[in-house]
């Protein structure tokens, strides 16, 4: 009878868990809806910086800055425009807001729980949440009101994990080879020379491997401690840097970026950050897309139960007081 009722209090008791988490629903920047966080309970956080698709009238084009002594001046009516000096890029990253989707889909299958989702729902050539707030948004108010936003919302969901935690930056690249380009702040992979201090995985670096450098080469592109492009190469994906791909060679790759730079451990906190470039060909099909997505979840169902487990790999949920808009 005793375990009887440790079984219906335990039944009870996830399904209050389980209750908390379904009635989170997700949080806006303001009516306008240009920023949007769905809360999760795993340590993961997942944000797409570049895959909106509105465009506001009242939010001027993204074009370029003015170049002024010697350097760019990103404003809205600086004056003449240098679209060769000053560029500000505003191509989207198509379809990383859906693959990000189905990445907390199929991780929710995986675990029984959700990462945190912050999209940027702006198109790029309005607000590029990815850069500082000056070429982010030329300085336009209501661009500015959603690009701190943004970062806010980040910032509440690694307040929310409370402790070691992952954030994956989902963008989108045309790179020859078919490659998930895996960016964690280090750009001598081909050199050879790995430094958990300057990566924004350093805390993940500092918890694993302490100050050998081997290991922590190993963290980044190996096995054993396992890295995440070794779970991506199990899955029958190319990735660089993995086991298969330990360097990018003479091919263009993207290391490092604003918001994994930002909102990772590189200048402390316990919620490392890693960048994750989709290849055009993984981009290219519904089923395409939906096989990816569901296997980078399985890989990086894998890479947290090995680096960042904490009994079911979720974070207590916890109220939230602030007045955030919602549904």
């Given amino acids: 009878m005793k375990h009887v ?61 003015c170049y002024v002594n010697g350097a760019c001046v990103f404003e809205h009516g600086c004056g003449v425009q240098d679209p060769v000096k000053c560029r500000a890029k505003g191509k989207e990253d198509r379809f990383t807001a859906e693959i990000a989707t189905n990445i907390a889909r199929n991780l929710k299958r995986l675990t029984g729980c959700s990462p ?31 690009y701190y936003k943004f970062s806010a ?25 078919n490659r998930t380009e895996l960016g964690y702040g280090i750009d001598t992979l081909n050199s050879g020379v ?11 670096g500092r918890r694993v491997c ?25 899955e029958q994906y190319r990735a660089v840097p993995s086991p298969g791909l330990p360097t990018p060679g003479d091919n263009p790759y993207y290391a490092d970026g604003y918001n994994v730079r ?7 906190g316990l919620v490392d950050s890693i960048l994750m470039d989709i290849p055009a060909e993984v981009r290219s099909s519904v089923g395409s897309r939906r096989r990816f997505a ?13 680096h960042y487990s904490r009994g079911p790999w979720r974070h207590p949920v ?9 549904h």
């Fill in 5 to 65: 009722s440790l079984l219906v209090s335990a039944m009870v008791l996830a399904g209050v868990v389980l209750a908390v988490t379904a009635r989170r629903r997700p949080c806006y920047d303001s009516r306008r809806r240009y920023i949007k966080w769905v809360p999760g309970c795993l340590s993961v956080i997942i944000t797409t910086p570049h895959g909106g698709h509105l465009k506001p009238a009242s939010i001027p084009d993204r074009e370029a800055g």
């Fill in 116 to 146: 945190h989702l912050v999209y940027n729902q702006l198109h790029r050539s309005k607000l590029d949440a990815n850069r500082e707030v000056n070429e982010a948004t030329l300085n336009v108010q209501e661009a500015m009101d959603a």
């Fill in 153 to 177: 919302f980040i910032r509440a969901a690694q307040k929310e994990i409370c402790g070691p935690g992952l954030l994956l930056d989902l963008h989108a690249q045309a790179h020859p080879g």
């Fill in 194 to 204: 790995f430094s958990a201090r300057h990566s924004n995985v350093r805390a993940l």
């Fill in 210 to 234: 302490g100050r050998n450098r081997a290991c922590f080469e190993k963290l980044v592109r190996g096995h054993c401690p396992n890295s995440l492009g070794y779970y991506l190469n199990a």
């Fill in 262 to 268: 930002t909102h990772g451990s590189l200048k402390g």
């Fill in 294 to 306: 569901a296997a980078v979840a399985r890989a990086v169902s894998r890479y947290i139960s090995d």
């Fill in 318 to 326: 916890r109220p939230r007081r602030r007045r955030y808009h919602r």
